[in-house]
């Protein structure tokens, strides 16, 4: 399998979670406490998805055994 649909992935990912992360701020300066929570959490797991994208990129390049 090529590395080209990882590396889309991880990046799309990370950048979604980037850009709530920043909607979470903006909103908790805005005065919305009611939605900060729910968009940080959704945030956070648009990170952890990345980051398991990138481990199994790493898996995907290990030889593997029969």
Do not use: C
Not at 17 to 26: D, H, K, V
Not at 31 to 59: D, H, K, N, P
């Amino acid at each position: 399998m090529t590395k080209a649909p990882f590396i889309a992935m991880a990046a799309g990912t990370a950048a979604l979670g980037t850009a709530l992360g920043s909607l979470a701020l903006r909103l908790r300066a805005d005065g919305y406490e009611q939605y900060v929570e729910s968009v940080a959490t959704f945030s956070v797991l648009m990170y952890v998805t990345a980051a398991l994208v990138l481990v199994t990129w790493v898996r995907d390049g290990r030889p593997h055994a029969n």
